[in-house]
Nanobody, 130 residues
């Protein structure tokens, strides 16, 4: 079965850290641009961090730049999102996604929702208390 599964969500106090992991089954993440998106209650889904398939170039949205880091481990077929200095406004369901037709991580994060993804995970809830 071809799918993405997120893990690592949870509850943390403001200023704390969490690490999310996105694991693929049935296909090789190395062939895809991978992104993390999030959706807070009552808000639209937005791109957070994305990573390229060939050179591991990364893109981070301004609202997480300097706090979040995306990385991939091709041996494990996973892409992780390290989240530091978390804020209450980071509270959301976080989804990972994979796409082949988009060629840069910036395009995936900024425009990918318009063009569509090949795969979506079911999401992991991150709650940051003040």
């Amino acid at each position: 079965q071809l799918q993405l599964v997120e893990s690592g969500g949870g509850f943390v106090q403001s200023g704390g850290s969490l690490r999310l992991s996105c694991a693929a089954s049935g296909f090789n993440l190395g062939h895809y641009v991978i992104g993390w998106f999030r959706q807070a209650p009552g808000k639209e889904r937005e791109g957070v961090s994305c990573i390229n398939r060939d050179d591991d170039t990364t893109y981070h949205a301004d609202f997480v730049k300097g706090r979040f880091t995306i990385s991939r481990d091709n041996a494990k077929n996973t892409v992780d999102l390290q989240m530091d200095s978390l804020k209450p406004e980071d509270t959301a369901v976080y989804y990972c996604a994979a796409v082949r037709s988009i060629t840069t991580p910036q395009a995936m994060c900024e425009s990918g929702l318009t063009y569509g993804m090949d795969y979506w995970g079911k999401g992991a809830l991150v709650t940051v208390s003040s």
